[in-house]
């Protein structure tokens, strides 16, 4: 069971559907195994039904609903695209159950973590891009080998990490499988990784780390 999990804003904002991808594949990657937070998204699907309940009607032309129908554009089933869904249909059923993948994760994500095409700047830290990278949001998994510690940094921005296995902490406390942890401008801090396994999370951050320290001030220009 995590012990630190999204705001009530962003849990808000997921339930309104209002999210860019990477950031509604990490939340609901957390609540895939987090009981508290799928109440706490389903009473804020109450309330939004509750507060279009209460809206009152809006009158609108009545031509607008067969003009809306009109710009659909529906495509004809075609023998490309049965192609192209039976080939979808058969990768989904080949994607492997891998060990501590959530399931928002496995249509991106084929190979164990141990397999993964890591790239990365020292050999303490390596990175792996997700696909899902946009609107501003960039999403990876970092993976920090066991026992060490990463350069001190803070963010420009906000950073959203998941544990997905392993575990790190830093000042502020320990953070195991399933954590959701946001770090943003007025943190500072130094993530390590517990000494028994390397720690791989899934971070999105809507602007790029900065480096504090000396070395990490030699590795910002890096950092996209
Ligand atoms: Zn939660």
Known sequence: MANYHPSDELLMSFSAGQMPDALGIIVACHMEDCAHCQQRAALYDRLGGEILMNTEDVPVAPQLLDNLLCKLELPEPSAANETQLNSEASAA???KLIQNLPKPLRRFVNKEFGQLPWSGMTSSLKEFQLPFSGNGYTAKFYKISAGKELPVHTHRGNEYTLVLDGSFSDKAGEYHQGDFILADTQIIHQPKAANDADCICFAV????????????????????
Do not use: Q
């Open 93 to 95: 059923s080949e994607i």
């Open 205 to 224: 951050t809507d602007a790029p780390l900065k480096m504090t320290g000396f070395f990490g001030r030699m590795l910002n220009p890096f950092l996209k």
